[in-house]
Structure formats: C-alpha cells, structure tokens
C-alpha cells in the first residue's frame, strides 16, 4: 500500500510562486512514474506534469511548460512541483499520484495510488 500527502498549497496572487510536495510512504513505489494532476471547480481533472523515479525524465501539459518544474527526491522519497508564474487559471487542487508504469504518462487511469490534494488559489 501507498500513501500519498500533499503539501504546499495556498492563496497567491497572480505572477507569484508556490511549491507543492508529495510525500510517498509505503512499498512499491520506488520504480514507477509519479505525477501531478489538477482539477479545477466544475472541470475534469487534467494531467499537469510527470517524472520517471528512476531516470528523471519529465513531461509537462502544454499549459505549464515554462512556467511549472517537476522535481524529486528519491532519498526523501518526495516531489516537488515548484511553480512560477501563476495565473487564475491554474487555480485548482493539486493531487499527485503514483504511477503503475516506470514511464510517465498524463493518462489518469495509468495511476494506481492517488493523495488527497492541496488547494491553489491565485488572485488576479
């Protein structure tokens, strides 16, 4: 069993940065993708970005690239989405989510073990 908790959300106002993380806990993680979805109010949740455990390779919604960068800490056992730049429109709840594949993909039901969420809000 995984478990995932995240952190890091809050109010900011537009342009402004935040960093959210994702602690991982359990077993089975250690060699599958993680990554971030987001689902705004009365939207589906949508793919943000995605991070292979092993090699780090990356994958971004054409909506963040630029702007969002997907990190982790492998000794922590931890992601980082650090973001820049914020806009309204990015303004959801934030969930990361354990992969069942080593390779990422922005494919929900590729994804075994989901956290609860953090909430970001950015003001015009």
């Known amino acids: 069993q995984v478990r995932l908790v995240e952190s890091g959300g809050g109010l900011v106002q537009a342009g402004g940065s935040l960093r959210l993380s994702c602690a991982a806990s359990?077993?089975?993680?250690?060699?599958?993708?993680m990554g971030w979805f987001r689902q705004a109010p009365g939207k589906e949740r949508e793919f943000v970005t995605a991070?292979?455990?092993?090699?780090?390779?990356?994958d971004y919604a054409d909506s963040v690239k630029g702007r969002f960068t997907i990190s982790r800490d492998n000794a922590k056992n931890t992601v980082y989405l650090q973001m820049n730049s914020l806009k309204p429109e990015d303004t959801a709840v934030y969930s990361c989510?354990?992969?069942?594949?080593?390779?990422?993909?922005?494919?929900?039901?590729?994804?075994?073990?989901w956290g609860r969420g953090t909430q970001v809000t950015v003001s015009s």
């Open positions: 991070i292979t455990w092993r090699s780090g390779s990356t």
């Open positions: 359990g077993s089975g993680f250690s060699r599958y993708a």
């Open positions: 989510a354990v992969a069942a594949y080593a390779y990422s993909s922005p494919r929900e039901y590729e994804y075994d073990y």
